[in-house]
């Protein structure tokens, strides 16, 4: 039985796919890069590379540990940014996706409210600006629709997608980021079967961010079926398809948003603007 998960390292089975490197206080980075048309079908994700910051516990680490995520994140987003625009200086368009009223979906307009925007012409060498799309039952425009004619209005050099994800391990729930260039389809993580925003869709360089909020139903009775006798799972193989595209999010599914949120919007001031969290902190004020 196979789940749907938007976190590629979750996707791959083979080591030749993906390397890991332990980090400080107890964090790991993992790249998945699929390369061809084979893995492309294989695994069900999109060609690109996916770099995955897990960091467990998350949600009960000190703040010194946060800075330390932040200039991973920060680190990493500022590698991609200059390697698809191929510039020193850039003009950074981000992208804020996902439904405010749901909390789980709510990534984008949490990180929208944190970030630090600027003008074309401004004191610091990069601009950033940034807008949120909301959700087609609120704006009546397809989000694929609004980003392309958004990115075509203001002509970045590069195009960050935000957006919660979907996992199949409650472990990763609120605890990893993923980025990745290969774009994304809005409301994927509940089987939504939209336009992939990516930089052939926008002509131009895009790159996605997100962290894991939900699991499918299906995915965590499947576990659960997966244990049990043949005839038990006979009497019960219709479940999990009643249970499709419902999903699940901890309890305490509001602190993890605005952590998550807080953490991301900062690594995108420091990378875009090179913002010290403290100036940040200032400004905000």
Sequence with gaps: MSFYTDIAFEAVNSSFAKKANDLEYGCTESIVKIDNSKKEKLYNKPKG?????????????????????IEQV???????????????????LVVCLGNENIVSDSLGSEVFSKLITTTLNNEYSNSLQAIRTSVFGKTGIDTATLTKGITNLTNP????????????SINR?????????????AGGAIGRQGKLINAP???????????????????????VLNTLSDTILEENKTLDNKCRNLLVAPKDIDNMVELGSYLIASAINLAVLDLSIEEQRLIRM
């Design 201 to 223: 869709f926008l002509k131009c360089p895009t790159l996605a961010v997100g962290i894991p909020f939900v699991v499918r139903v299906e995915t965590i009775i499947g576990e």
């Design 49 to 69: 590379e996916y770099y995955l910051l897990d960091c467990p516990n998350l949600n009960s680490l000190a703040p010194v540990v946060y800075e330390y995520i």
């Design 157 to 168: 050099d590069v195009v960050l997608l935000i957006d919660s994800l979907c996992s199949v």
């Design 74 to 92: 920060a680190s990493y987003l500022r590698h991609k940014i200059k390697s698809v625009t191929n510039k020193d200086n850039y003009s950074v």
């Design 173 to 185: 729930i609120g605890t990893s980021i993923q980025i990745s260039d290969t774009g994304l389809v």
